[in-house]
């Protein structure tokens, strides 16, 4: 051990080490300081990284082969146990024998402080700078102003979203306190953040009075507090205030393009604006009703501002979701037109880039969708950390997609279809215990939510418990009987289970029937029904999925594993395997849902159906260990 260290010492391998490392520090120091003030991107921050740590063991390489002489380096020679000892005296206080452990531990702690901690100490600085925006109290005349209260909320949200320093809880989980008896603490407690603001709103015509309150929530004192007696066209300029008082209140570092973004106002007509939110009040309804609606009001907006950017963005939303619940290839044109003339008015538009993204994902587009999404979280969308984790789910990467499923958990708690997003992931996964975690704390705050439900269902359905599985679906039933997800959740149940009778009473009573329900209503038919109508929903779903294909693109995985369940029906079991392997080379990871359902039982007892499965499990056991599942 002595021989080493002597060696080190006397191909100045230490000497190099200590300065290198204090420079590298001192480098990350001013890398965290100096870009984010001029704006630069934060991947030439992580290039700084790769390349001071890329240097470290190339520089120790080095410094061991050569030594530096006034004639240049030349290669270096070992000396004797003793001869390093008689020079010891001579040699600075680092490289001292006698001191070798502290410069050790010197450089230890620098690597340490430089490397490993810089993670936890921005997730902390974030979580130090949590914020949630509940619901305004609507103080006007009218309670048709709700929407108006409402709007002021989601818009601050959106504002404060802008700050990469803020982690800001959205709105879909802060909606449920609206009215609530709970403290401050209470609610900081439940979404897990440093801070809350609360406040109200009172429109009498033009005349407007918003108050707002920022509370810690450990010691329920205020932060900062305001009122804004001001008139409807000074509107936008009090949202960027408050905003901008609240990062300030919680030391919040804002870029300069941060800035100029929360600075920009979205139309100079605030006719058009109040309309706007009238839109997006019937949106988050999140019913086929409710995006038709708000598509009229988004229209309204546009003739009163023909440039405001995010009207159309809000046309892209509800174009989207409506394709997404009947796959008109209309809607989908509609959507992208809407958020590329929104993008064409406002480049920076972060919530028309997570339109579009949104519309493409549903179109199976999934390159596309995911660069998009990446934009949008740049740009301070809330939820297009969400989408990007389903973007990675869709190619196969588990694991990173679970790691984004959890950050966006983290900003928005409630929200259903995160947790059952989130739910698959960990059925994907195999990570049982995780999963039950997980069902058992959503079904506790939200026991009727569907999306719960459905992943529940699943994983009954995965385990054979055919009984509980029947239990939650007749449970749901019983709670919201009227609801189309409820029908089709109750469909693909039923079919699971082999109880044909039902799953054809509730796949009939779905109003917009789509590729996966139309294959499942095929299969029905078949048994013993109408089988002339299943070769026509069979021959529907194949023109419809080989259309998307061949107009290009990276198609996901699920329009071919759609292929592959369409032409197992149909008794097609060349191209059914043909298309399952496809999708399974394309990121298909759901290896339960080929060994329970019975649209893949015509090929199930092809070996090569057993090997494209036991493909499938290797693929899941590899995501397991990247995602650090060990067992």
Known sequence: MNSIIDELKNRKVIRTLVPYAVVAFVIMQLVEIIFPIFDFPKWTAQFVIILLALGLPVSVVVSWIFDRTPEGLVKAASQSTSANKTEDATRPFYAKKRNVFLVAGVVGGLAIGWLVPRGDREAERIAERSIAVLPFDNLSDSKEDEYFSDGIMEEIITQLSKV????????????QYKGTTKTITEIGEELGVAAILEGSVRRDGDNLRITGQLID?????????????????NIFQIQTDVATRIAEALDARISRSEKRSMATVPTQNVEAYTIYLKGQAEYFKYTYEGFEKSIDYY???????????????????????MYQDNEEEIYA????????????????LAEAYKSKALTLFFMGRIAEAHKLNRQAMELGSDIAEANLAFGYEQMGDLS???????RSRQGDPYNLRIVMNLGSNYLSL??????????????EKKPNGMELHWVL???????????????????LLLVRPNDNPIHTLAGEFFLYARDYNAALDHLQKIKHVRAQEKTALAYVLLQKWDKG???????????????????????????????????????????ALKWLEDAIDRGWTRYQWLEIDPRFDAIRDDPRYTELIDRVKTIVARERMEAGYTS
């Open 400 to 406: 990173q997609s679970l790691k984004h499923y959890l």
């Open 164 to 175: 990469s320093d803020l982690l800001v809880i959205s709105r879909t989980s802060v909606l």
């Open 333 to 348: 044109e509609q959507s992208l037109q809407s958020s590329e003339r929104a993008l064409s008015i406002n480049a920076n």
């Open 299 to 321: 229209k309204q907006a546009l003739k009163l501002d023909p440039s405001y950017a995010l009207a159309y963005s809000g046309m892209g939303d509800s174009y989207g979701q």
């Open 217 to 233: 929530t450990d010691s329920d004192q205020h932060l900062w507090a305001d009122t804004y007696d001001r008139r409807m066209e």
């Open 430 to 443: 195999e990570a049982y215990d995780d999963f039950r975690a997980l069902l058992e704390d959503a079904l």
């Open 533 to 575: 109508w299943a070769g026509t929903l069979l021959d529907e779903v194949i023109d419809q999925q080989l259309k998307r294909i061949e107009q290009g693109g990276d198609i996901w995985a699920l329009t071919r594993w759609r292929l592959a369940g369409a032409y197992s029906v149909k008794g097609d079991t060349e191209s």
């Open 457 to 475: 269902m699943h994983q009954q359905c995965y385990e054979g418990k055919w009984a509980e599985g029947r239990a939650t679906v007749e449970r």
